[in-house]
């Protein structure tokens, strides 16, 4: 049967929701994806979002699904490889606007393989990131003074300032707005600070809980106030949160180029799952 492409998020969710739920950490992003556009159908940007699933055959159970919110890049599932070829045909020819592929490696670069030959373009790897679940919580010692406080309207002019600061930091300051992504966390207390005599000096982020699993993003600190432990004191306050909540599995993705980031949520208790990729598509003509 093949790929099947829908702007019907009830329909993607019909055929492949119990598939991209059976590996609730592997497919972590898509299911927040679908959970967001549920939620708040404008957070991503102006387009709508499309989504699909594969199929092995005419009655073959589902083995693969992506979600794409441009401008953001198309997120692949785990597939086989020839699914992965195939839906980068059925893209092009949807004239579907891929700027890259975010997935784990072996989809991301089968993918991006097959892009390159169909369209011309040059690959190149924008983000290399690695997916880690919490083990046992281990809260930063010494821990740094001040609380964590779950931010609120109050709070939202801060929070645009950061998040966007977060995007630049990142190199994500072209995709949807950052007052699309604070005005989606406020709806449902997703973004905590944490404060030093009152004042916010670190803001830690978490998704919905979808199938028992929630991803803490993003995670920010100010410059001038970085190298005081709050980061990891925030990540901490929101991670313990999530697990009083009853979250199964609490999950949070670093860039492999950053040492400090990896190894701060090693040491609160952060173990690795699996390694994934952004590639960037540029056209040479």
């Known amino acids: 049967?093949?790929?099947t492409t829908t702007e019907d998020l009830d329909a993607y969710e019909a055929a492949a929701g119990d598939y991209v739920r059976t590996e609730p950490a592997a497919h972590t992003i898509l299911l927040t994806i679908a959970a967001t556009v549920r939620q708040s159908p404008g957070r991503f940007g102006d387009e709508t979002p499309r989504f699909g699933w594969w199929r092995d055959g005419d009655g073959g159970e589902v083995a693969g699904a992506y979600a794409h919110t441009p401008p953001y890049p198309p997120v692949l599932s785990r597939m086989p490889d020839r699914a992965a070829v195939e839906l980068a045909r059925v893209l092009r020819d949807q004239g579907s606007p891929v700027t890259g592929v975010n997935a784990g490696r072996p989809a991301a670069e089968t993918f991006g393989a097959a892009w390159a030959e169909l369209t011309g373009d040059e690959v190149t790897v924008a983000e290399d990131h690695r997916l880690y679940r919490l083990g046992e919580l281990v809260p930063p010692d010494p821990m740094p003074e001040g609380r964590a406080?779950?931010?609120d309207e109050s709070d939202r002019e801060l929070l645009?300032?950061?998040i966007a600061a977060f995007n630049k930091d990142v190199g994500s300051e072209g995709t949807a707005a950052p007052e699309r992504a604070v005005d989606s966390r406020l709806g449902?207390?997703?973004l905590t600070l944490w404060e030093r005599d009152g004042e916010p000096v670190a803001l830690c982020?978490?998704?919905?809980?979808?199938?028992g699993m929630a991803r803490v993003a993003p995670v920010y600190t100010p410059p001038e106030l970085r190298g005081r432990g709050y980061a990891g004191a925030a990540t901490a306050a929101v991670s313990q949160a999530a697990l009083d909540r009853g979250v199964e599995q609490v999950l949070l993705f670093t860039d492999l180029d950053n040492p400090t980031s990896n190894a701060l949520y090693q040491r609160l208790g952060y173990r690795p799952v699996e390694d994934h990729v952004n590639l960037a598509f540029t056209p040479l003509a």
């Open 205 to 211: 982020g978490i998704t919905r809980t979808v199938a």
């Open 149 to 151: 406080r779950v931010a």
């Open 160 to 162: 645009v300032k950061w």
């Open 1 to 3: 049967m093949g790929w």
């Open 188 to 190: 449902y207390g997703g």
